[in-house]
């Protein structure tokens, strides 16, 4: 399974992003997605989660309101909707893939991780 994110960029506080992480290769028929993100110095952490069929969705408590996950199955992509961005959700921000269909928040869950694409926030 190949992941590739994208929409990452430098963005002034109170602005908005959207990431999109498109999937191709191995086709799972059930399978939940994720965002995790990575500040400099600090440890991989979940950010939000979206089930196989898009109904059910989880977010960790330091983006919610703010962030949005969605999904497009059709396209085999999975989308975060950032807005409020903040300088704290500076980061590099991953997208993870798994076979299963409810949703999970421990990176370990995942087997399948995009390279990142770095979301910085000035003040």
């Known amino acids: 399974v190949q992941l590739q994110a994208s929409g990452g960029g430098l963005v002034q506080a109170g602005g908005s992003l959207r990431l999109s992480c498109a999937a191709s290769?191995?086709?799972?028929?059930?399978?939940?997605m994720g965002w995790f993100r990575q500040a400099p110095g600090k440890e991989r952490v979940f950010v939000a989660a979206i089930n196989w069929s898009g109904v059910s969705t989880y977010y960790a408590d330091s983006v919610k309101s703010r962030f949005t996950i969605s999904r497009d199955n059709a396209k085999n992509t999975v989308y975060l909707q950032m807005n409020s961005l903040k300088p704290e959700d500076t980061a590099v921000y991953y997208c993870a893939v798994r076979e299963g269909m409810g949703i999970v928040t421990v990176n370990n869950a995942y087997p399948y991780w995009g390279q990142g694409t770095q979301v910085t926030v000035s003040s």
């Open positions: 290769g191995r086709t799972f028929s059930r399978y939940a």
